[in-house]
C-alpha cells in the first residue's frame, strides 16, 4: 500500500474545470498554466510526484491556442509502477484524455482495469 492506505495500482476519470484554473492569468501564459495545473490536480488526487501527461491531452489543450485553453478537459488517471529500477519513486500518474460530449452530470469514476 502507497501512503495514505490508497491502493497501489489505480484509475479514475476526473473532470477538471480549466477556465477557474487559468483566470486572471496573462494571455501568452494559459495554455503553459493548464498544463501545468493539470499536473498539480492529478499529483493530488493520485499521490504521485511522478506525472506524466499524454500527447493527445496536450494536443486537446493547446488546441485552441495558448490564449484559450479549454474551459473543462475530462482526464483519466492512472496510477501505475515505476519499471525503472533506479526511479525515485515506485509509482507514477499517466493522464490520458478522455472525450466526451457534455461535462453535464459527470462523477468521478474508478475506471476496472
Given at each position: 500500500?502507497?501512503?495514505?492506505?490508497?491502493?497501489?495500482?489505480?484509475?479514475?476519470?476526473?473532470?477538471?474545470?480549466?477556465?477557474?484554473?487559468?483566470?486572471?492569468?496573462?494571455?501568452?501564459?494559459?495554455?503553459?498554466?493548464?498544463?501545468?495545473?493539470?499536473?498539480?490536480f492529478a499529483e493530488k488526487?493520485?499521490?504521485?510526484?511522478?506525472v506524466r501527461?499524454?500527447?493527445?491531452?496536450?494536443?486537446?489543450?493547446?488546441?485552441?491556442?495558448?490564449?484559450?485553453?479549454?474551459?473543462?478537459?475530462?482526464?483519466?488517471?492512472?496510477?501505475?509502477?515505476?519499471?525503472?529500477?533506479?526511479?525515485?519513486?515506485?509509482?507514477?500518474?499517466?493522464?490520458?484524455?478522455?472525450?466526451?460530449?457534455?461535462?453535464?452530470?459527470?462523477?468521478?469514476?474508478?475506471?476496472?482495469?
Open positions: 500500500m502507497a501512503k495514505g492506505n490508497k491502493p497501489d495500482l489505480v484509475t479514475r476519470d476526473y473532470t477538471i474545470h480549466l477556465s477557474k484554473r487559468t483566470h486572471k492569468i496573462q494571455f501568452k501564459k494559459r495554455a503553459p498554466r493548464a498544463i501545468k495545473e493539470i499536473r498539480k488526487a493520485m499521490g504521485t510526484k511522478d501527461i499524454d500527447s493527445e491531452l496536450n494536443k486537446f489543450v493547446w488546441s485552441t491556442g495558448v490564449r484559450n485553453p479549454p474551459v473543462r478537459v475530462r482526464v483519466r488517471l492512472t496510477r501505475k509502477r515505476n519499471e525503472d529500477e533506479e526511479a525515485d519513486e515506485q509509482l507514477y500518474t499517466y493522464c490520458q484524455l478522455v472525450q466526451v460530449t457534455s461535462f453535464k452530470g459527470l462523477q468521478t469514476e474508478t475506471v476496472d482495469a
